[in-house]
Every structure is written in C-alpha cells, then in structure tokens.
C-alpha cells in the first residue's frame, strides 16, 4: 500500500515538472499553435479552390455600388450532381446602380430557392475570404445577412406557417439596413392570396426603401407587376421548357416567369381530368395574364435565337475585316517597297555626285582654295537630296506616284546610240555603241567596250548628232517651209493650266519640237497633288513622236518636271 502511495506521488510530481516546463513554452506553442490552425484553412480554402474550379472575388467600390454574379454555382448541388454524373446550371444575376431588388417567379422546381441560397452563400464566402465557385463575383460588403427561407412553424411554439413568416420577416425588417443582404422565399405564401399579395408588395417596398439589397422569389402576379412599374427592382425568370414542360433552370433578368402550376402537375402524372377542370376554373385574368407570359418567353426565345445568329455574323465580320486588314496590309507593304525603290535611286544619285566632288577635291595642292567650293557644293547636295527625299515620300503617301514607273530621277531614259555617256562605278566617261534591249547598252571606255545597265549611266554628256526631219528632207531634194516660227527652247512651262489646255499646248509644242530636230524636251508642270504630272505623262507614252518619258534630277525639276526623249 506504501509503494503505491509513493507511485502516485512521483507520477504526480513528474506532471508537475513537464506542466511547469510547458508553461515556461506556452506562448511559442500558442502562436505555433494558430499558425497551424492558419495553415490549415489556408490548405482547406486551397483545395476546395482547385475541386470547384473557383476565382477570387472582387468588392465592389462604395462609390459604384454593385452586386454581380457569372456563372455562379453552389457547391452542395454541384457535388450531388458530380456524384449522378449530372451537369450544374450556372446562374448569372446582377444588380447595379440604383436597382437594389431582384423579384424572382418562375415554375416549382424551377431553381428560384437554390437562386437565392447561392446568391447568400457566395457573398459569405467572399466576406470570409473563401475562393468562390463563379466565373467573376462582385459584392458589396454587408454587415449582416438576413434570410427568411423555408418553413418555420412549430408546434411547441403555437406558430403556424405563416405565423412564423410574419415573426420573422418583422425580425429581419428591424435588423436590415442599406448594407444587408435580405433572401426571401416565397414572399406572401401560406395566407389568403389576395391579402399575401398585398403583404408581399408592401414588405418589398419596405426593402427597397431601406436601400436593402434584396433578392425575393415568388408566385405571385401583383409582385411581378410591381418590379415591372417600380424603379429600383427588376424581374427575372427561371427558365421552363413548354414542349418538355421541365424547367430548363436557367436565371433570365429582365422578365417576369410563368409559375405553371397546372403544367408541372401534368408532368407529375396529376389525371387529365382534374387538370381539365382545373384550366376551366382560372379566370379570365389569369388566363390573359398567362398568355402575355407565355408569348413574351416565345418572344425571349426568338430573341435569344437572333441574338446568335447576330453573334454568328459578328465573327463572320470581323473574320472578313482582319482579311481586309491582312489585303491592306500587302498593299501598305507594296506602297513601302516601291518607296524603297524611289528612295534607292535618289541615293545612287547622291552617292554618284558625293563621290565626283570627293574627286573633285582629291587634290592635295587645290584643297585649300576648294575647300569653301567643296563646302558650298556639298550643301547644296544635301539639300537637293532632302528635297528630293520629302518630295519622294510625299509623293508616294498622297498617292501621286501610284502606277508611274518614271519616278526614279536617277535613271536616265534618253540614250542613243552616238552618245557620249559617264558611267557611276567608274566616274568616266564612254562612248554609246548600240542598246541591246531595254535596259542593257553596249558602251565604249577607250578602247574597252562593256555592257552596262541604264541605270550605272548617270549622265548623258553629249548627245550624237541626227538630222532634223526638215533637213532630212532637203538633203533628199524635197522644199520644205515652215509657218510657224521655229522653237528657240527646249523646255515649255504649263503651270495653273489645266490638264486639257496643258496638253494642247504641249502638243503644239513637241510638234515644233520635233520639225527643229530637238532630242528632248523638258515640260514644266509643278508637284502639287500630281494630277496635272500623272495625266501629261500617261498622254504622252502614247503619242507616236515620244521616245521616252523620265524624271529629271532635283536640280533639274524633279517632280516637278518631265523630261521627253523624241524619236529619231
């Protein structure tokens, strides 16, 4: 018995020794103990995030008050319907603004309660810092959530059905204030439905002007009506399919649903009969009422049909504009190209005279007293190639060197054969010896002969002689005069004329032009838009006295004038 004693009192003491070492670690195991209960919810909130397929909602500004469900789903239907093998309806629903009430009617069965308790659900997910099963949620903060959903009577405590709903509809209309969330079911059932109208009304009204936000689900017309006339409340409707007569679960705003009382008690197996009577005995009202219903959801289908063939055609469209968008593109690219090519013959032509003044001052004994020369001319390249430049560019943007293959001013269109030419690579000069095709010419250095392109000419220094028509025709014995004065220019000025009186003139002019055995001449018509420019020049490579047409060099005109190489 002694030995036992002292057992107890040494188990006693050891607890007391680890009770006192605890003690000495009781805040670091508090606080690890809260982390872990941290932890742990975090984990729970995590995997129920990833099993739901949940986001993160989003409170709504104080200043743009709003409440917004998309493709919401609650969680308890969703895994009793996982677990059939069974697909969720989502509900989407939004109040923003000045709309703070949601009136809710449709078939039984239908999805108004479920509705309501998704709607209530969510948002306190959202507060407690839940993950929420929706696609986007935006919700207010609210300080309290007050619903009034299911039966409540009992009889210990002598209260009937509606008994209890009063009870506690009178609770939550003392407790709800503009920040609350108040979820009603069947508002103004289980009593006379005259007077449960009326009272359904009124307690809506009583919400709506507290500025509660509400969402309410009913049966009853007078509360449809009253969303339909009262600013601040909308209706909306759970779908319900009229060929299969089941609901289709779906949550429309904006109008008012059919209860279909008598249509769901067919479906259920309810006798033909007592649905028969049932119809003879609803009044003309109702029947009216049932019939705008019923053509209004044929209407929302119509529209909601429409809606996708609209939606169809929209991607049609914009497919259609992004190729529109991809053509003008090709042609921006085109536009860019041929710029690029107009902006490579103004730089061959500065490269070919930069490297004759480079030359040009080679001289080591000369360099002094060229070097202010030297100076001036490389200005002055500087400038007529800047010109050059914006006069290529704007050219191209306002689309007035579209189609003309004559705006490159540094290829030289005029070269027969006889004449004596400078060449771009080698700086020196040739002698023309025949042109074996369009672009190709056999020249002359010395006693070298080579085959150069038309655009490696970069000048015509000398042109070879050949006789004029009249002197051809004397030398043959033929007399020839002339009545008009002969041409003692060779250039003739057009600008402000229009395209008609230009090329009249211009025709007057090659005619003298050519009977005085003139090789070229130059037409001045300004740059302006280029009309004037583009209208000579198309005319011109169809007149049968016209050799070539070509661009002159900034110094010479550029865009600003035409040079005309005459046939022989």
Not at 380 to 398: D, G, I, K, W
Request: include cysteine.
């Amino acid at each position: 018995m002694r030995l036992l004693e002292d057992e107890q009192e040494e188990i006693h003491r050891i607890f007391l020794q680890m009770t006192r070492q605890i003690a000495q670690l009781a805040g670091p195991i508090l606080t690890g103990a809260a982390v872990l209960a941290e932890v742990d919810t975090l984990l729970a909130r995590a995997r129920f995030a990833q099993e739901y397929d949940c986001f993160a909602p989003k409170f709504a500004e104080e200043s743009a008050p709003e409440f917004r469900l998309k493709n919401a789903r609650h969680p308890l239907l969703e895994r009793r319907l996982r677990a059939e093998s069974k697909a969720i309806v989502p509900v989407s629903l939004e109040l923003a603004g000045s709309d703070r009430q949601l009136i809710i009617s449709g078939p039984n069965t239908g999805g108004k309660t479920v509705t309501l308790k998704t709607a209530g659900l969510l948002a306190m997910m959202a507060q407690a810092g839940v993950p929420v099963p929706a696609e986007e949620t935006v919700t207010p903060v609210f300080d309290a959530f007050l619903a009034d959903i299911g039966d409540a009577q009992s009889i210990e405590q002598d209260l009937s059905t509606f008994s209890a709903h009063v009870t506690n509809l009178n609770r939550i209309a003392g407790l709800a204030t503009s920040r609350s969330l108040v979820l009603l079911d069947e508002l103004g059932s289980a009593t006379d439905p005259e007077e449960g109208a009326a009272l359904a009304v009124a307690v809506a009204e009583h919400f709506l002007k507290a500025g509660a936000w509400s969402i309410v689900s009913t049966h009853l017309t007078s509360l449809k009506v009253y969303a339909e006339n009262t600013p601040g409340a909308v209706n909306a409707a759970v779908g319900f399919d009229e060929k299969t007569l089941a609901p289709t679960y779906e949550l429309r705003q904006g109008v008012p649903g059919q209860s279909a009382g008598i249509n769901i008690g067919q479906r259920l197996g309810l006798s033909a009969p007592i649905i028969e009577a049932a119809r003879l005995r609803l009044s003309t009202q109702t029947l009216d009422i049932a019939r705008f219903l019923d053509s209004l959801h044929e209407q929302l289908a119509t529209v909601t049909k429409e809606r996708g063939r609209v939606a169809g055609l929209e991607q049609e469209l914009a497919k259609e504009r992004a190729r529109l968008d991809a053509e003008g593109l090709k042609e921006w690219r085109a536009k860019v190209k041929d710029l690029e090519s107009q902006l490579q013959s103004l730089l061959k032509n500065f490269e070919f005279q930069m490297r004759e003044t480079v030359r040009a001052i080679e001289d080591r004994a000369a360099q002094q007293k060229l070097s202010k020369q030297a100076e001036q001319r490389l200005a002055r390249l500087r400038r007529e190639f800047s010109e050059s430049f914006n006069t290529a560019v704007v050219a191209q943007h306002t689309g007035a060197d579209r189609g003309d293959q004559n705006a490159q001013p540094h290829i030289v269109r005029h070269v027969a054969e006889g004449d004596t030419v400078r060449l771009r690579t080698l700086g020196r000069t040739g002698t023309v010896q025949r042109q074996i095709d369009d672009k190709t010419f056999e020249v002359a250095v010395g006693q070298m002969k080579m085959r150069v392109p038309r655009d490696e000419i970069a000048e015509v220094v000398t042109a070879g002689h050949k006789q004029t028509p009249i002197e051809s025709a004397r030398r043959r014995g033929i007399s020839v005069s002339v009545a008009e004065p002969g041409v003692t220019s060779s250039e003739i000025n057009v600008i402000g004329k229009t395209a008609d009186e230009a090329r009249d003139d211009v025709e007057k002019f090659l005619d003298r032009a050519f009977l005085a055995g003139l090789p070229r001449i130059r037409i001045i018509h300004g740059t302006g838009m280029g009309v004037l420019r583009r209208t000579l020049r198309a005319w011109l490579k169809e007149h049968p006295q016209v050799a070539s047409v070509t661009e002159p060099g900034q110094n010479e005109g550029g865009a600003g004038a035409t040079v005309v190489e005459l046939r022989d």
